[in-house]
């Protein structure tokens, strides 16, 4: 049971660059999230998935897109990165809507 | 939206002193979640209460909720050094399925 998976571990970008994090859970969990966490700030909530085929905005959606076609993967793509989006970003499952989150290893993303 | 505060920010204390961390919310809430992160770490699962006056303890570490005062407390009990971290409180707003977190509590105990 691997668990939250996630990759690449690190990430440089260029601006205007675009790339997709990749996230994968073999917990067979509905729920699936991506978050962002910047100094002070806290983890803001980007995208999340109820289940396969099914996405909704969080806190801080621009920028971001996401796609459920399967239970196990949920990756997060940045159309044209940006400064702004340097960060840790954060993937996580559960079961059900959301009750406990297992949270992966995280994305340490810069964008020069 | 749900705006979700916690004090302090920052918290040093001393070997088996006992404090608590508070976390406040804004609007109704029907969960409550606590998060252990270690510092260059992902975050740890602590506690999800569900209810008013739920209460869940695990080990020195004691949670609990009042949702009609939107005030949920993470109480320390004669604190080691292995539980410095930064803990996070995070709120589900009733009825939607996503979460708001607080910025977080740096704690560091002293030996």
């Known amino acids: 049971n691997a668990g939250v998976t996630q990759t690449p571990k690190f990430q440089v970008l260029k601006t205007g660059q675009s790339m997709t994090l990749q996230c994968a859970q073999d917990?067979?969990?509905?729920?699936m999230s991506w978050y962002r966490q910047d100094p002070g700030m806290g983890l803001r909530l980007i995208h999340y998935?109820?289940?396969?085929?099914?996405?909704d905005q969080g806190e801080v959606p621009n920028g971001y897109n996401v796609s459920r076609s399967t239970t196990e993967d949920f990756p997060l793509r940045l159309l044209s990165a940006a400064p702004s989006q340097t960060s840790v970003y954060f993937c996580a499952s559960s079961y059900g809507v959301p009750n406990e989150q297992f949270f992966g290893p995280g994305t340490r993303l810069t964008v020069l | 939206e749900l705006k979700v505060e916690q004090n302090p920010l920052f918290l040093s204390m001393q070997e088996g002193k006992n404090y608590t961390i508070y976390c406040n919310y804004s609007?109704?809430?029907?969960?409550l979640y606590w998060y252990r992160q270690d510092p260059g770490k992902s975050l740890e699962s602590l506690f999800v209460?569900?209810?008013?006056?739920a209460v869940k303890q695990e080990g020195r570490l004691m949670a609990s909720l009042d949702t009609k005062a939107r005030l949920s407390t993470l109480h320390i009990t004669a604190a080691v050094h292995d539980l410095s971290a930064t803990y996070f409180c995070a709120v589900r707003q009733t009825g939607a399925n996503n979460l708001f977190f607080g910025t977080g509590t740096r704690l560091t105990v002293i030996p």
């Open positions: 998935s109820v289940g396969a085929g099914i996405t």
């Open positions: 609007t109704t809430s029907d969960r």
């Open positions: 209460l569900l209810s008013n006056g």
């Open positions: 917990m067979n969990h509905e729920y």
